[in-house]
């Protein structure tokens, strides 16, 4: 680190060096490094640093540097759910209004949302992801369901694949992944799970004992009681679930669209049958309920202008430039990461790379962010305590017990 301090003053030639703190990806973001340090002809240089690989470790580094003031931090890959306790802290430099307009230009809802605390945009969009509903077409056609045409609830995919004997892909892990499930379906049903995400930590409320709290806890309970999620759901990811749906037992998956990618890459290199290709649809996440709207999962990485930064317009400068539709559309075709901008969609090498990517972008306009917190961290956390394992989950108890678990930690009462 020590080398990223030094850079933060300059290179040799006076030259500004701005460091992004990137996550890890396929080399995407070194590359748009490069390309906008090319855009700016010499008036600055962007350098890359890699964060851990977990989103909880990166928060936890990038937390404690940012607390030292440490200048070194001029751009930032975030992810959405920390953007709100580390704008409450003061970690991000303020977004002036003309950028803001610039960034959010033919940007999907989703993605501002994100990006936005107490109705400021905090930070720049730059990918955004979403969870489709996949399915084999052989299996849906057998249950009578045409979820191209026709939007599906969740009942009609539990049916269904109840129904065909298959197991139905979920991530049932204790982890973030648990998490995004809970939140999808409690907003799916209409619900929030905090009423009041900007009120200080003692008087936070939650909602999930409400009928959309217990709506969510329903479907998980139908799909773990019924063993439906598969033997390993209990420590089943978003890898794990893919690897099930892609073998013989195989119907429905919420996913992210990495799937695709993965599938087509497993037939190339012949551990998959084409046969897998040609039997795979997808359509809009399910409903909880018929009639009402699907809120799918949103997910992404988003970026922070480092608020002790000593070149603040150079690094706002320097995030248009990563962010424009061009540079999100190539992001796209060569990482698999999804646009946050709906002009990428339009690209011919992102329509050929993604034949699903109309539903993408339709995805991420009603798709709905984690709870908005800064204290995002306990109220994960405590989901996955009480949530875990799937079979454990009851509409009856368990909205209950991690409003009381949650309530009781925010208050200090009670460690996790």
């Not at 890890?24 to 600055?44: H, K, S």
């Not at 603040?312 to 901008?341: H, K, R, W």
């Not at 709905?368 to 956390?381: D, H, K």
Request: negative net charge.
């Amino acid at each position: 680190m020590v080398a990223g301090l030094a850079a933060a003053c300059g290179s040799d030639d006076g030259t500004p060096t701005l460091t992004w703190y990137i996550n890890p990806d396929n080399g995407g973001q070194v590359e748009l490094a490069q390309r906008c340090t090319e855009a700016a002809d010499g008036e600055y240089r962007i350098q890359t640093s890699l964060l851990p690989r977990e989103a909880s470790a990166q928060r936890e580094q990038l937390a404690r540097r940012l607390a030292a003031n440490d200048s070194s931090i001029d751009i930032i890959s975030l992810d959405p759910p920390f953007i709100p306790e580390f704008a409450e802290a003061g970690f991000l430099a303020e977004i002036p209004d003309d950028v803001a307009d610039t960034v959010t230009e033919n940007v999907v809802q989703g993605a501002i949302d994100g990006a936005t605390w107490r109705d400021e945009l905090v930070a720049v969009p730059f990918w955004a992801n979403t969870q489709l509903l996949w399915y084999r077409r052989s299996v849906a056609e057998a249950a009578g369901l045409d979820p191209e045409n026709e939007p599906v609830t969740w009942q009609q995919v539990i049916d269904a694949a109840q129904s065909q004997d298959k197991f139905l892909g979920v991530q049932g892990i204790r982890a973030e992944a648990l998490t995004v499930w809970i939140n999808a379906l409690v907003t799916s049903a209409g619900g929030e799970i905090l009423e009041n995400p900007e009120a200080p930590a003692d008087q936070v409320q939650l909602g999930l004992e409400s009928e959309a709290g217990q709506a969510a806890a329903q479907v998980i309970e139908d799909i773990a009681r019924n063993g439906l999620g598969g033997p390993g759901l209990a420590n089943q990811d978003e890898n794990g679930a893919m690897l099930q749906f892609q073998g013989d037992q195989g119907s429905f998956m919420v996913n992210w669209p990495f799937v695709w990618a993965a599938t087509l890459a497993g037939v190339e290199g012949g551990n998959l049958d084409q046969s897998l290709v040609d039997d795979i649809g997808w359509a809009l996440y399910p409903a909880v309920a018929e009639g009402e709207e699907t809120r799918p999962p949103y997910g992404g990485i988003n970026l922070g202008i480092g608020a002790f930064s000593e070149h603040p317009d150079f690094a706002l400068e320097a995030a248009e430039c990563i962010v424009t539709p061009e540079n999100q559309a190539y992001y796209m075709v060569t990482n698999g990461n999804p646009a946050s901008n709906t002009e990428a969609y339009d690209d011919p090498e992102v329509r050929e790379t993604f034949p699903m990517a109309d539903l993408i972008r339709e995805s991420l306009e009603v798709a709905a962010p984690r709870p908005q917190t800064p204290y995002y961290n306990e109220v994960s956390s405590g989901l996955q305590s009480t949530w875990h394992p799937p079979s454990s989950v009851s509409p009856g108890s368990s909205p209950e017990e991690a409003t009381t678990l949650i309530t009781e930690v925010l208050k200090g009462e009670r460690l996790l």
